[in-house]
């Protein structure tokens, strides 16, 4: 199973060919080594766009065949909190201020650890500082 990061998604729908291209590449080949999920914070982050309704989201993840997890266990919000903990140390540490990050990449990446999905996203550093032992998908 492969969980999808919001920016996969955005990139597929973004009216740049290069970056909705890339993104269609990638979605084939994870269709390929199996079944797609997505987080139902991935579900808000998509809904919070201007000019996007539930309608549209519902209809693209039918014909899609993406699956939606509605459900965060007790196990993925504690994950969650703990790598964002961990994450603004290591940031207050290097000296670069106040987190910029925000808590649902790591809701995210915890749903996915969790979960033993592997992660499709653009932002592979990130998730790779976070979660050391979350499987990514090679991009």
């Known amino acids: 199973m492969t969980?999808?990061?919001t920016n996969i998604i955005a990139a597929l729908w973004d009216a740049n060919?290069?970056?909705?291209?890339?993104a269609k590449n990638l979605l084939t080949l994870a269709q390929q080594a199996g079944d797609l999920v997505v987080s139902s914070l991935v579900y808000a982050e998509l809904l919070a766009e201007p000019g996007r309704d539930e309608g549209m989201l519902d209809d693209f993840f039918a014909e899609t065949g993406i699956?939606?997890?509605?459900?965060?266990s007790e196990e993925i919000i504690?994950?969650?909190g703990r790598a964002f903990q961990s994450y603004v140390v290591r940031r207050r540490a290097s000296g670069?201020?106040?987190p910029r990050r925000i808590l649902a990449d790591f809701l995210i990446g915890a749903h996915a650890l969790v979960n033993g999905y592997t992660l499709l996203t653009l932002d592979?550093?990130?998730?790779?500082?976070a979660f050391p032992k979350l499987k990514l998908q090679k991009i």
């Open 67 to 72: 699956g939606i997890d509605w459900q965060l």
């Open 124 to 129: 592979q550093r990130h998730y790779r500082n």
């Open 78 to 80: 504690k994950t969650a």
């Open 17 to 22: 060919e290069s970056f909705n291209t890339h």
């Open 96 to 98: 670069a201020g106040h």
């Open 3 to 5: 969980s999808l990061d």
